[in-house]
């Protein structure tokens, strides 16, 4: 596919935080997604990116996708994955349960009668 080929392809707006590894450097680092198709994604990090190089990114709902620095423009860059994926899994709630499990919420207050005083 040709570089014009590839600005054809569907792309969805979006902010999620993801974890990013870069071949060659050593630890993670994060980075805000701003756009994500099926073929690629647009990044914003504080680090610096070098066009070509190989990059393996965590998204939310998807897991880790390999992928390669497609172009750099200061903080922003792109990412052209290896395989496609489904961009649309990214938006799905991570907890499609029946709400917050009772041993991550808060206690509720005991309030013994006489406890407070007025001010």
Known sequence: MGENEHRQIARDSLFVMAELRLD????????????LSSGGLMAEGT?????????????RNVGWVEGSVAWVQDTRFGVAFREE???????????????????????????????LRKI
């Open 85 to 115: 994926i489904d961009p649309q899994v990214v938006r799905t709630p991570v907890n499609a349960g029946e709400g917050t499990p009772r041993f991550v919420r808060p206690p509720m207050a005991q309030v013994e009668y006489g406890a």
């Open 47 to 59: 680090f610096r990116v070098q066009r070509g190089q190989m990059v393996w990114i965590n998204i």
């Open 24 to 35: 060659g450097v050593e630890g993670e680092r994060r980075v805000r997604v701003r756009n």
